[in-house]
C-alpha cells in the first residue's frame, strides 16, 4: 500500500460518499446505547456526519492514518473470513478510536465499535473487513460528535 495526498483525498471522499451507510448505523448505535443506559441521544443527520469527517481529514497526521486504515479494512479479505477476524477487529477498533480523538472518546469509541459491529453486515460479495469499516466509521464518528447527556457543558472534574 502506498499512501500520498491523493490517496488521503480518494480516501476521503469515500467516507464522505458512505453517509447513507453510516448515518443509519450511528443512529442505530445511538439508539440502542441511549436505551442501555436510559438516556436520550441525539440523533445524526448527514450534514454533521460530513463535518465530522471534515474535521477529522483537516488534521494531515490523523488524516493519513485514517485514510490508511480505512484502504486497508476496504481491501482486506481472508479465504473462509474466520481466520481474518482478529485483524478486521484490531483495525476497525484502532480506525474508530482515531476518528473519536483524545482520551476518554478514543477508549469508548474502541468499545463501541463492537457494539456497532455486531449491528452491521456485509452484503454477499463484500471484503471481511467492509462490515468492520462500517462499524469503525460509525463508532467513531457517533463518538466524536457530541449529543450525549454527558457533554453537555463542562466536567465538573477540572481543577481551577
Given amino acids: 500500500m502506498r499512501v500520498t495526498q491523493a490517496t488521503v483525498r480518494e480516501e476521503y471522499e469515500w467516507v464522505c460518499d458512505r453517509a447513507d451507510v453510516v448515518v443509519p448505523l450511528v443512529n442505530d448505535t445511538r439508539a440502542h446505547l441511549g436505551d442501555l443506559f436510559g438516556v436520550d441521544v441525539d440523533r445524526l ?30 481491501d482486506l479479505d481472508v479465504d473462509g473470513d474466520y481466520p481474518g477476524f482478529v485483524v478486521d477487529e484490531l483495525l476497525g477498533r484502532e480506525l474508530a478510536a482515531m476518528i473519536a480523538g483524545d482520551q476518554p472518546l478514543r477508549l469508548l469509541a474502541e468499545a463501541t465499535f463492537h457494539v456497532a459491529d455486531v449491528r452491521t453486515h456485509g452484503e454477499d460479495g463484500d471484503t471481511a473487513g467492509a462490515d468492520d469499516l462500517d462499524a469503525a466509521l460509525a463508532a467513531g464518528v457517533q463518538t466524536r460528535v457530541p449529543g450525549w447527556p454527558w457533554q453537555d457543558g463542562e466536567s465538573p472534574f477540572a481543577v481551577e
Wanted: hydrophobic share 55%.
Fill in 45 to 74: 443527520d448527514d450534514a454533521e456526519y460530513r463535518a465530522a469527517v471534515d474535521e477529522v481529514f483537516a488534521d494531515g497526521d490523523r488524516a493519513v492514518n485514517v485514510a490508511a486504515l480505512v484502504g486497508l479494512l476496504r
